[in-house]
């Protein structure tokens, strides 16, 4: 069997078993059609998109690509207004602001709407290949309109009981998100500890339990991984650090900077930046919020504070509140594009498999 | 290449290169010789023998096997008297044996002591083929005398650092210790919290970085861990969970259930057993000490408290203060003799490798 020729390929109609993650912000257009075009299946994430933006932005990636593109949404909880909290953490954070000398310190707002009517009815009108869903899935009738209209539906899971509810509830394939991926973890019905498991433990565990093609991620950064995942029972890999040192990806150079230093400086998993537990390169505000967690307003409100925060920052070239967004295995990034990466990968994949081939 | 034959099985005189973990305490000498003899590494730790057992329980060995066999031993840190620490562990901890109606609390003190001048005369008597040593090596006069000895040095390293200096200080291989493993964290340089990665990124970084032959530890529970580890550039495996399954090894009743309950319950890091993080099933004791820390005293000294409570609340049927070592895929254990186990890993194992040849 040639590994990239599976189930999960003819199901999306791609080449290749990789899925570029969607990022919200940092996975451009460019990118997302590139890693298409290359035979990979791209991404967008529009968590963060206004509705209006949203079609738009479909179109450019229509006019850079006809093959198979998948579209990401997030379907967290709406977040509590609780004002005792905000009081607390505006009272802790107005010391940053200080620094820069920036007196009016924004308000605490949702910026970022959950799943909702509009989106399904854009969603359905865009009819991708695919949709993703980060957080767990929408409500059964969403599910069952867009299955109606045959698009391939992803989410996913960090733990065993997890993946049990994606299958139940509609799925057709589940990303197994190790404990070593980059940004938010997928977490949506266990605890977030109980979700910290290494990809080694947790993808064969849910290949076991479930019936569905399995997508592994987290901390696979070439073929080598690759080939690994396909050992344990994955029919595909999802890889997102390793996309965002290609020069398609959208990424503020300090966060490129603390990319290309990732082998001296740790990355850590912390809900300062959203509200939401999410593995990023050790900085300021990591450290600071450290333990801090009961005063942090829920996802994803914070960002209204902290994203402006960072820009300041940043102008000033601190990465103190940038979210660093990066897997444990950013040290092993490579500066190619995307479809360098992707033909590399490919390779890598196959040389290694050939490595124990009988003679 | 068949994958069970490179330099690693050469310099070890074994047929596979598959390491059962010393785990000190529950891995008896019935199955350090029962793994040796089914052609793997069988490993005796010695971390908490009485000088006075080391020798006898060797000749045990020698009288089971004449296969190679590893001798383990703890290079920590000696332990700092602090007495304000012990006195407020003291009040923490006395609630639980009055629940116990036992009035007499035992004293905190040192019953474990560290890789010294005795334990080295008794290694370089014994002259195994293999000594590991967990918490980093010892004493590099200590080092040379063994390395003159000819006896293969393994020791594990959960950050790329830790393994360059492994390297550098004499080591023949290098365990790549994930986030997944059971029981005692091997970190000796870097902080806990950067030796935290899971495997899959830890692993083919350490690859990378050094020249070493590389064992890959935590998480691995079958043949296609065993496969998964090969294609990231392991030379071999170390596995200690799945060994706690089988019938040689010497674990409670009340740890054997909670091994096969495994499913529902979570592993967690925790200091809470032995002054030391370790990863085992929660239960009360790590529940209750989450965020105490920083009044648990030096390993190994808290164990001589917790040690004997665990016993009297077993006697009970409680598993309470139990250290219930684990790794992240304890639920994949099944109940077989390490002789059955090593059969079934090594035909897992090719028949994972097989999957991907060409035709």
Chains 1, 2 share one sequence.
């Not at 990424?251 to 809900?271: G, M, N, Y």
Request: net charge negative.
């Amino acid at each position: 069997m040639v590994w990239f020729e599976n189930n999960f390929t003819k199901a999306l109609n791609i080449k290749y078993p990789i899925i570029q993650a969607p990022m919200a912000s940092a996975a451009s257009i460019e990118l997302a059609a590139a890693v298409s075009n290359a035979g990979a299946l791209g991404s967008l994430g529009l968590g963060y998109h206004k509705i209006e933006n949203i079609l738009p932005d479909y179109h450019k990636i229509l006019a850079k690509t006809n093959h198979s593109i998948n579209l990401n949404f997030m379907t967290h909880k709406e977040p509590n207004k609780n004002d005792i909290k905000a009081k607390k953490y505006m009272d802790e954070v107005k010391k940053y602001f200080e620094e820069y000398n920036i007196t009016e310190i924004p308000k605490l707002v949702n910026t970022t709407e959950t799943f909702n009517k509009e989106h399904l009815d854009l969603l359905l009108k865009m009819n991708p290949k695919v949709v993703s869903f980060h957080f767990g899935l929408p409500d059964e009738n969403y599910i069952k309109s867009i299955k109606n209209q045959n698009i391939y539906i992803i989410s996913s899971a960090t733990t065993v009981e997890e993946a049990k509810i994606l299958e139940s509830s509609g799925a057709d394939a589940i990303i197994a998100q190790g404990y070593e991926a980059g940004g938010h973890r997928g977490t949506f019905a266990s605890t977030y500890k109980e979700g910290e498991i290494g990809l080694f433990s947790l993808l064969p565990q849910i290949v076991d339990a479930t019936s569905l093609p399995i997508i592994a991620a987290g901390g696979i950064a070439n073929g080598k991984g690759i080939a690994a995942a396909m050992m344990l029972g994955a029919e595909g890999v999802q890889l997102g650090t390793a996309f965002l040192s290609c020069p398609e990806a959208s990424v503020h150079p300090l966060w490129q900077k603390a990319l290309s230093d990732s082998s001296s400086r740790e990355t850590r998993i912390t809900s300062a930046f959203t509200g939401r537990p999410a593995r990023g390169i050790v900085n300021r505000l990591i450290k600071d919020m450290e333990n801090k967690n009961d005063i942090i307003p829920d996802f994803p409100t914070v960002g209204s504070i902290i994203k402006p925060l960072a820009n300041i920052a940043a102008d000033h070239g601190d990465d103190d509140f940038l979210s660093l967004w990066a897997g444990q295995s950013a040290p092993m990034n490579r500066n190619i594009t995307s479809k360098e990466l992707i033909e590399l990968l490919v390779e890598e994949t196959s040389t290694a498999l050939n490595n124990f081939y009988k003679t």
